[in-house]
């Protein structure tokens, strides 16, 4: 099943794509893709509910827009350099366990919403990555039990500001958590539907010429690890999102650096998982 967000900033309505690409309302189910609906077997009631109800729930126009397709999570927990080539465009080394960082729930905009480039910024740049939406509580979960605790899977462009993030001091949120920075979306795949998370194409394009194009098979950290890696230190509560890492191609590691500007389109997708659109916009007061 895909779950879908719709309607305006702030109105959110769910909803959910058919096979066919239909996408239908289904706010008649009562209840939003929140916690509660991710950790208490949201996913099972509304596919027994659809089996009597999908009739009778309206049809979304495509023209309608699309939003970040579960409500606000608890926390975005992101997963650093964890493709090889990536590491080594980044000129850093490849890590011994997984480098995680937070970015800001504040961040989070729909798939198709415009990308606002932070004031003062010098350096904003693209990351297409695989995100992971926690369905299940996790705390000390092993590898072998992490698939237990995924709800699903969705598309995440992860904006960072390398000015931001590495230049000045302190910790990498800095250059990460800024607002329009997690475009999400267009829809949460449930994990029935994606058979092997840790063998999918992703790529990003930029003003139509390709950047990225890679494959989840180059992961240093496949997904069970760091599902099983991060409950660890924290717990994972249903609809948090883990954002596994971008493969090489980012606008870092190009010779000479290329940044983002006002008026850039990034397209970028997953195998699976749909494909996003973002315009790029500068701050404005």
């Known amino acids: 099943m895909k779950l879908i967000r719709f309607g305006a900033v702030g109105e959110e309505k769910p909803g959910v794509q058919l096979a066919n690409g239909t996408k239908i309302d289904v706010s008649g189910f009562g209840q939003d893709y929140n916690e509660d609906f991710f950790g208490n077997e949201g996913i099972e009631k509304l596919e027994k ?31 650093g350099l964890n493709y090889a080539q ?31 480039i932070p004031k003062n910024s010098e350096k904003s740049d693209w990351e297409v990555e695989l995100a992971i939406v926690i369905g299940k509580r996790a705390s000390y979960v092993e590898e072998a039990d992490a698939f237990d605790h995924i ?23 800095k250059g990460k958590g800024c607002d329009t920075f997690a475009p999400v979306g267009p829809f949460i795949a449930t994990k ?16 139509g010429e390709v950047m990225q194009n890679s494959t989840t098979s180059d992961f240093i950290f496949n997904v069970q690890h760091v599902v099983s890696h991060i409950s660890q230190f ?49 701050y404005k007061k």
């Open 86 to 116: 990536h590491a080594a465009e980044a000129g850093m080394d490849i890590p011994k366990e997984p480098v995680l960082f937070f970015k800001s729930t504040t961040a989070l905009v729909g798939p198709n919403d415009d990308v606002v």
């Open 192 to 207: 029935d539907e994606i058979k092997d998370p840790n063998n999918l194409n992703l790529w990003l394009k930029l003003n």
């Open 151 to 173: 709800a699903g899977y969705v598309l995440h462009n992860d904006v960072s500001e390398r000015a931001f993030q590495i230049e000045k001091s302190g910790q990498w949120c």
């Open 49 to 79: 509910w659809l089996e009597t109800n999908q009739a009778s729930c309206p049809e979304i126009d495509d023209s309608v827009r699309l939003g970040v397709p579960l409500t606000r999570p608890s926390k975005i927990v992101c997963v």
């Open 234 to 282: 924290m717990t994972l509560l249903p609809g948090d999102i883990i954002s596994t890492g971008t493969p090489f191609g980012v606008g870092l590691g190009l010779k000479p650096p290329m940044y983002l500007k006002e008026g850039d389109v990034m397209e970028l997708g997953i195998e699976g998982l749909g494909v996003s659109k973002q315009q790029v916009k500068a």
